[in-house]
């Protein structure tokens, strides 16, 4: 075996001759490449070994102050009718499928008509990044699809195979913008995702998982690498994870992407959790991660069922105006007939809404966070202020008891409702949690128990 290793010439030299032999780069430029490198190994070599010896600190590396701040992150209206003008530009030779078109026009037509869905805001957070000069990377095993058919980031004739990708034609001094769909090994995909990111801090780079689920095969990048090489190393990274979540009837392999564990794994502002349930607002974090000047991990638990939901739409102006917002208030009462005041995050939030309309619930308040971590503490103070007569307080998820948000939310939250509310408010009393009982699996296998369960949750929520 040490034989035939031995004689097996190495993977750089393999690679370069691959190289060279489609074209993509020259003889002389692979010899300059290799000679820079070694340069590059012997100036560190040398510099560690002239170093003289320092008195280590006993204090741990130290993350940004200030994190997270807000940026700017609206684009001009010109920009909005650009990118949505590239949906429907299909070269004549390109062979769509009939039922992608009427779907692109659509997608094009919502900015006119103020129904703008998760696909297309999207597409504008992306489009508009490259029209900024900023590379944008993503990979995933449905990526260029989307999973749930709501992507479409790159059209396959279907005659010839020929790939277009109508984000690429926007300008020409525009940024690259790839779309891969990976092999089915998360481990692999997601830790290749991360070297690139590490490589190229100028660059948007998105995994991808089919369902948030299965970010369980990549557990040790998450653990090693996403959640602490900057407090072990100093290494930072802006990769972005998104994870479609949410309980749908689709059983325990395809609903969960696991908050609970991300948001255990929070601290030292290490990175960022959102869980956003408007188009709008996920464009802004997208583009808030490229332009915020702190350089951390992003993890964003994605809608399923709430794609082409119409209540969850947005207009046209909120992505021209505003910013991302971590707590979404309630606009919708009046803040002195409020006795009952609701926390929630993600899809659940609809349910919610859809309920309150039903029995006409004018007392209840229901107001979203956003963002789970960092915790929006000042925002979530100034929600609960505007309610004087508010009596009870409830956080509501669709997640098992011990799994969610909640058991992040329990151990944090309540410290700011503590300012809130009030020191003579019993401890017990400031939050109460409506959940699915405690469970050792995230979901029901039946669709009609999941249907009963969530219907039995919302119901606790109005009866509480």
Request: proline share 6%; with cysteine; aromatic share 8%.
């Amino acid at each position: 075996m040490y034989d035939l290793i031995d004689k097996k010439r190495s993977v750089r030299k393999l690679y370069t001759e691959s190289l060279i032999g489609r074209g993509d780069i020259t003889l002389e430029e692979a010899e300059q490449a290799l000679q820079d490198y070694q340069g590059q190994l012997e100036k560190v070599f040398t510099e560690v070994r002239e170093a003289t010896s320092q008195p280590v600190s006993g204090e741990s590396h130290d993350p940004q102050d200030g994190f997270p701040v807000a940026v700017p992150t609206a684009i001009s209206a010109e920009t909005v009718k650009r990118i949505a003008e590239s949906q429907v530009n299909i070269p004549d030779h390109i062979t769509a499928h009939p039922r992608l078109l009427p779907q692109l026009q659509r997608r094009a037509a919502m900015v006119e008509d103020g129904t703008i869905d998760w696909g297309m805001g999207e597409t504008l957070a992306v489009g508009s990044l490259l029209l900024e000069g900023v590379p944008v990377r993503l990979a995933g095993q449905d990526s260029q699809r989307g999973t749930f058919g709501q992507r479409h980031a790159v059209i396959i004739d279907r005659e010839t195979g020929e790939e277009f990708t109508p984000l690429m034609y926007l300008s020409e001094d525009q940024a690259r913008l790839n779309v891969y769909n990976s092999l089915l090994s998360e481990y692999a995909a997601m830790g290749f995702e991360y070297g690139y990111s590490l490589a190229r801090p100028d660059a948007l780079v998105l995994w991808e998982a089919q369902f948030g689920d299965f970010v369980n095969g990549a557990q040790t990048v998450v653990d090693e690498f996403i959640s602490s090489a900057e407090q072990k190393w100093g290494q930072t990274s802006g990769v972005t994870l998104l994870l479609p979540h949410g309980y749908e009837g689709q059983g325990p392999d395809h609903s969960s992407a696991r908050p609970e564990r991300f948001l255990q794994m929070c601290a030292q502002n290490n990175m960022t959790v959102a869980m956003p349930t408007l188009p709008s607002n996920y464009f802004h974090l997208l583009r808030w991660q490229v332009h915020n000047p702190h350089h951390k991990p992003l993890v964003v638990f994605t809608p399923k069922s709430m794609l082409r939901l119409k209540a969850a739409a947005s207009k046209a102006e909120e992505f021209t105006h505003g910013g991302f917002r971590p707590v979404i208030g309630d606009s919708s009462v009046e803040p002195n007939a409020v006795k009952k005041v609701v926390f929630c995050a993600g899809k659940v939030y609809y349910d919610l809404e859809a309920e309150r309309q039903k029995r006409g619930a004018t007392d209840t308040a229901i107001i979203r966070l956003e963002r789970l971590y960092p915790l929006p503490g000042a925002e979530v103070q100034a929600e609960v202020n505007k309610y004087p007569n508010a009596e009870k307080y409830l956080w509501v998820q669709e997640e098992p008891a011990n799994q969610g948000a909640w058991p992040f939310i329990a151990l944090n939250l309540i410290d700011h409702l503590d300012l809130a509310v009030g020191a003579d408010v019993p401890h017990g009393e400031r939050l109460r949690r409506i959940s699915r009982p405690h469970g050792s699996s995230p979901a029901v296998g039946s669709a009609k128990r999941h249907q009963a369960e969530q219907e039995q949750l919302v119901r606790e929520v109005f009866d509480a």
